[in-house]
């Protein structure tokens, strides 16, 4: 008979005894990467809220399906002739696309394409189709109208068309997705997470993937949504299983795990002050999961440390209730205390620049017909977009008081305006050190606290 694993060499449900903490609330599972050794384990197999851990599960699906170079797609269509002269088009313009990372950057490249074939006007609408959004808004209607807004090309009305008309000028590929997977997990945008899952076949396809194809026990793994909103179920054990099926199918394709997961205190986004000012500081990936309501609450860590004698290490936290803060510093006191007896390895200095998240310059328009440098418009997209990955909270949180759910409906008209302010501001600062002082919009300011609460929507 083959002998017995052995017993994991750390008590965490002694560590949070001695600090005053229910044991039965939390779930941990620690291990080697190569599977030979658990460190810690405690409640691994029973099944807890995920929350926003579950977009692990969402990033291994799709790469799986698409591959990390998939593009999203948005056609652009024009119905109507171009009048030379007026560089106007004199009918209505047509966007259709299923990109959910489709923002600013992308309508100024629209917009770019559109200039370089002679149109700086449509004389009458902007319609975009039912699956098209914009800066993450799941109305399709509010998507075509904050899209003409930031395109300033003077058409009479925007709304919704069932289908195209008229000629296709141009397509705009999106970022690679393992850019905007990066993007979705440093930032926990739900938006993005659901929607590229119902590319693929939504909850419930997930949830067939990971019994089927990861061989998780059907009884412990139960979706409601992709992102992680409402009440889903997996284990401690599961999810360090989808942590290391997702590190080996990146490693398939000749990347590493950072570049689809954020390092922990080294880049934006929900991770950016966690393990700060710890040994392992940077030397860490991982995902948070935070719910505030729903299931009473929940505060969850999870991804792969790095050490230099040991190799990595695979780690999942999970605590229920809604004392967030508090779950957060036991979370990452457990890690450095657990992992204290090896070196670690980082993946990036501390303090050293962090890194842009899907960079504008990696969108791409084909036929591209454009040229010229970047105009005024793009460097105030550039600051606006370097200011918005810094003032993001590092909060992720799930749910909302229902208070807050007017705002997040609003989130991308208001997310456009600050953007629109911010770019004001940057083209001002630029003229007046040239002598030409120029006024900023500081009205559109004001939707900058509206911008901050809708952007919870995204965490």
Known sequence: ASAAPPAPIYDAAAWYGARGEAPEVHGVYVQSFDGRRVYAALNADTTFNPASLLKLATSLAALRRFGPDHRFTTRVFAE???????????????????????????????????????????????????????????????????????MKLG????????????????????????????????????????????????????????????????????LETCSGLEVNRMTPRGLAAVIRALADEVNRHGMKIEDVMPVASCDWGTLRRRLEGTRYQCAAVGKTGTLTTTDGGASNLAGIAFTE?????????????????????????????????????????????????????????????????????????????????????????????????AGRKAEGKTARASRDAKAETAKGKAASAKGKAAPTKNARGKAEPARKTAARRRR
């Open 80 to 150: 109507g002739a171009v009048d030379p002269r007026g560089k106007r088009l004199d009918g209505s313009l047509y966007l259709d696309g299923n990109d959910p990372s489709f923002g600013d950057f992308a309508a100024n490249v629209v917009r770019r394409e559109l200039k370089a074939r002679g149109v700086e006007r449509v004389r009458d609408k902007i319609l975009a189709t039912p699956g098209f959004s914009f800066n993450y808004s799941e109305s399709p209607e509010a998507s075509a109208k904050h899209t003409a807004d930031a």
């Open 155 to 222: 058409q009479k009305e925007t709304g919704v068309a069932g289908q195209v008309a008229g000629s296709q000028l141009f397509v705009v590929h999106s970022n690679p997705l393992r850019e905007v997977l990066l993007y979705m997990n440093a930032h926990s945008n739900n938006f993005v997470a659901d929607q590229l899952c119902g590319q693929f076949g939504g909850p419930a396809e997930l949830q067939r993937f990971l019994v089927t194809e990861l061989s998780l026990p059907a009884e412990q793994v139960y």
């Open 309 to 405: 004698d040991a190799g990595p290490f695979i780690y999942v936290v999970l605590s229920k209730g809604n004392r967030i803060s508090e779950h957060k510093q036991s979370t990452d006191a457990l890690l450095t205390e657990l992992l204290a007896v090896h070196r670690p390895a980082p993946l990036a200095a501390p303090g050293q620049t962090r890194r842009q998240l899907m960079p504008s310059d990696h969108l791409r328009a084909d036929p591209q017909l454009y040229t010229g440098a970047p105009d005024a418009d793009d460097g105030g997209d550039k600051v606006a977009a370097s200011r918005d990955e810094e003032e993001k909270e590092s909060d992720d949180i799930e749910d909302e008081p229902a208070g807050r759910k």
